[in-house]
């Protein structure tokens, strides 16, 4: 069975500074792994995805994203926080891209102090 | 391009009354459509996904059915809504590409 765990409920980081959200995931097989935004009362958004290519993932609004096979990890980072960036972020699971249900962290509401 | 429609955007209903939530997909034919649920700090719970036609799972017992009339269609419903159902409702289909989910329904049961 496959599951994230998203470390933090909340994370606080000031304009402008270093974002860094981290999740680490279980999987019996070669993971698929996710990183969704939601704006408030918005669905979900997809910012990335690591389908087994490159290791570093670049997605969108300047965020990218890390395999680490041996930590089974997938932080989210991005280097200069903007206020816009202010959302929940969900790191997700599954074992196929399409077809199989996709598994969700509890995500993790970043807050953007000025 | 697929276009996932979604509807209401907010309802307020009271203990007891029924409940229809609609979803729709446009620009792709027999998608997986899947069914979430929102509470606070408790992120998204699978509740239903359908692979075709009246192929309806459930992942967790409770109040609430879903159905699919219609290929692109799914329908959320309750007999008689409880508090506990109170939550943010997504409905989401999956493609090539990964999840492509809808705007939500905030439903507040009273």
């Known amino acids: 069975a496959q599951s994230v765990t998203q470390l933090g409920s909340h994370v606080s980081v000031s304009e402008g500074a270093l974002v860094l959200l981290r999740c680490n995931y279980s999987s019996s097989v070669p993971p698929y792994l996710f990183w969704y935004v939601q704006y408030p009362n918005q669905g979900l958004q997809l910012l990335l995805k690591y389908t087994s290519a490159a290791t570093l993932v670049k997605g969108i609004n300047g965020f990218e994203a890390e395999f680490k096979k041996s930590e089974t990890s997938f932080h989210l980072t991005k280097p200069s926080a903007h206020m816009s960036d202010a959302a929940e972020y969900f790191c997700?699971?599954?074992?196929?891209?399409?077809?199989?249900?996709?598994?969700f962290g509890k995500g993790t509401r970043l807050h953007i102090l000025p | 391009s697929q276009t996932i429609h979604q509807w209401p955007a907010t309802l307020v209903q009271p203990v007891g009354s029924p409940l229809s939530l609609e979803c729709t997909v446009e620009?792709?034919?027999?998608?997986?459509l899947y069914w979430y649920r929102q509470a606070a700090g408790r992120g998204l719970q699978l509740l239903f996904y359908?692979?075709?036609?009246?192929?309806i799972s459930s992942e967790v017992p409770q109040n609430l059915s879903a159905s699919r009339p219609q290929d692109r269609q799914f329908i959320l419903s309750s007999k008689k809504l409880l508090l506990s159902d109170s939550g943010f409702y997504l409905c989401?289909?999956?493609?090539?590409?990964?999840?492509?989910f809808g705007s939500g329904t905030r439903l507040t049961v009273v």
């Open positions: 620009g792709t034919s027999n998608p997986n």
């Open positions: 997700a699971v599954s074992v196929s891209n399409r077809d199989d249900k996709i598994i």
């Open positions: 359908s692979v075709g036609i009246g192929q």
């Open positions: 989401a289909w999956s493609g090539p590409y990964g999840y492509t």
